[in-house]
Every structure is written in C-alpha cells, then in structure tokens.
C-alpha cells in the first residue's frame, strides 16, 4: 500500500511540474507548449475528416487538392435529398493559410438546393438559385465546411476551392 501511494505521489508531482514548465514557454521557440498546441491541432483535424462525405457516397467526381479544404468537385444530380459535406475540416490554424477561393457553377433543373459555408455554428449562403460566381472566404479556427443540401434536387455542380495568393 505504501509503495502505490509513493508511485502516486511521484506521478503527482511530475504531472504538476509538467503543467508549470509549460506555462512558461516561449511560443516561438517550439518548446513543449508548442508540441502540444500542435499536436492537438493536427489530432482534431484527423477527427474532422470524418464529417466530410466519404468519396463513395458523393454524387460526383471529387480531386482534392494539398488538404482537405481545397480541390474540385464535379456532380450531376437526380432527384437528390440530402446532405454532401464537400470541403473543408475543423482545425485551429490551418497549415496552408486561411484564406480561400471558392468558384461555382450551380444548375438547378428541379427541387431546390442550397450551397452553404458553414463556420463555426454560423452558416452562409453560397448560392440557392442557378448562378455561378468566384467568392473569398476566411476561415477561422473550428468547424468549416463547404455543404450542398439537396430537395429533390436534380442539376449540376461544378465546384473549385484553392488557397487565394496574397
């Protein structure tokens, strides 16, 4: 019994030491603080994949691009009802920069459509009617995706999102 309680109190201390020396980083020299900041990124970002729609249950023809934020998709639609999680991921500092442009080309022929940026717990409008256009959006930290929701939706899609160049 004493032995556990030694090992512990042992544990207990180093664990204490751990947090305390890690208050005291330096962030720009890539010290414990930072490995651990970094490595939770990296961590929720391999959860956030999941969210998107796996390859084999979209409509159409998806090339990602340097991650999964970036690439073209390509669709055509027959009375679809439904959700498609295209792009995008949930990260803390996204490693390729926060800033993207998205080109679509949307054709509705029936049902209705709606193609969302979600960020956060907040979503925009893409695009609800026939159009095509060329937008800029900031990504923050946390949840962002590109979504296409179908009503029986039959048309096309042809979607492109790279990193803008600054």
């Known amino acids: 019994?004493?032995?556990?309680?030694?090992?512990?109190?042992?544990?207990?201390v180093l664990s204490i030491i751990g947090c305390f020396s890690g208050c005291g980083s330096n962030h720009d020299?890539?010290?414990?603080?930072?490995?651990?900041?970094?490595?939770?990124?990296?961590?929720?970002?391999s959860f956030s994949k999941h969210a998107l729609t796996k390859e084999r249950n979209l409509q159409g023809e998806k090339d990602?691009?340097?991650?999964?934020?970036?690439?073209?998709?390509?669709?055509?639609?027959d009375k679809f009802n439904g959700k498609e999680f295209i792009f995008g991921g949930t990260a803390l500092n996204r490693e390729n920069?926060?800033?993207?442009q998205v080109t679509y080309k949307l054709t509705i022929e029936d049902g209705t459509v709606e193609l969302n940026?979600?960020?956060?717990?907040?979503?925009?409008?893409?695009?609800?009617?026939?159009?095509?256009?060329?937008?800029?959006?900031?990504i923050s930290s946390g949840d962002n995706?590109?979504?296409l929701k179908g009503d029986n939706?039959?048309?096309?899609?042809?979607?492109?999102?790279?990193?803008?160049?600054?």
């Open 29 to 45: 020299k890539g010290n414990l603080k930072d490995n651990l900041i970094d490595g939770w990124d990296r961590w929720i970002q």
């Open 97 to 100: 920069g926060n800033h993207l």
């Open 117 to 138: 940026w979600i960020a956060g717990n907040d979503e925009y409008s893409i695009a609800n009617i026939s159009s095509e256009d060329t937008k800029e959006y900031t």
């Open 1 to 12: 019994m004493k032995k556990i309680k030694k090992i512990v109190s042992v544990l207990l």
């Open 153 to 166: 939706f039959s048309g096309s899609l042809e979607l492109t999102v790279k990193d803008v160049e600054n």
């Open 64 to 77: 990602e691009g340097i991650d999964a934020y970036t690439g073209t998709y390509t669709a055509a639609y």
């Open 145 to 147: 995706y590109i979504v």
